[in-house]
């Protein structure tokens, strides 16, 4: 790489001048004490068209970017990822168990849609507290759903990386509209049952609810004042 050896460079995508921070140390500075200056990475954000633009990497309001990231900085911290270890640990065994099986009769396994099976059964149950069992069962729901996530428009994802102004503008989203239902009920009917029947389980929607419970109260607090 020619700029291997330089601490940061400066390159266009299309007509766009982007700043690529290459050493650690400048990296670690960009992220925690100056994140306020780069807080905008250019991305397209439209929460109202694409709910799935509205993460912390795409946001380019400097004052909302700083508020999410002060309330979703506590969920992060090694103690709460380390709760979650027994439901990875719990998929896990499912793959060893899958594989087992295949070993026995000696049937091969294509080890990448098996990894990606996985990968959907860990995120379906740390994040929304549902299991998926894409590994028994790969062509599922949530593993069609999940495919359609990666399988974007090359056209659209073009304008989402060079020019998401053209998108923000004719307010088309990146990801399915089928998609982000789908995902967007499941979140709604977990939080509503476990909300119903008090239960708690140490996973990232758990985490959520307890963050919407706090945003509620200082909202509350808010009016009251």
């Known amino acids: 790489m020619k700029y291997k050896d330089h ?27 100056e994140f306020r200056s780069f807080h905008d990475r250019g991305m397209y954000n439209n929460e109202k068209t694409d709910p799935f633009s509205g993460g912390l990497f795409f946001m380019s309001e400097e ?14 911290t090694s103690g709460k990822i380390k709760q979650m270890f027994p439901i990875l640990k719990k998929c896990s065994e499912q793959v060893v168990k899958y594989l087992e099986k295949k070993a026995q009769i ?6 990448k849609d098996m990894f990606a099976r996985y990968a959907m059964d ?13 590994i028994e ?35 088309i989203p990146l990801t399915d509209r089928k998609v982000t239902s789908f995902y967007t009920n499941i979140f709604r009917k977990t939080v509503e049952y476990r909300q119903t029947h008090n239960i708690v389980r140490h996973d990232f929607m758990n985490m959520l609810i307890q ?3 706090g945003y509620t ?3 509350d607090k808010n009016k009251s004042c």
């Open 217 to 219: 109260a200082d909202n």
């Open 137 to 171: 069962e790969p062509n599922n729901e949530y593993r069609i759903q999940g495919k359609k996530i990666l399988d974007g428009n090359t056209f659209w994802i073009a304008l989402f990386l060079f020019v998401p102004q053209i998108m923000d503008y004719f307010s």
């Open 63 to 76: 004052k909302k970017w700083r508020n999410m990231h002060i309330q979703m900085t506590p969920i992060f």
């Open 7 to 33: 601490r940061a460079f400066g390159m266009y995508t299309l007509f766009k001048p982007n700043l690529v921070v290459a050493d650690p140390d400048l990296i670690r500075a960009v992220l925690t004490k």
């Open 211 to 213: 963050l919407m419970k």
């Open 122 to 134: 860990v995120i379906m149950s740390v994040a929304f507290g549902v299991k998926s069992n894409c």
């Open 106 to 111: 000696r049937d091969s396994v294509e080890m």
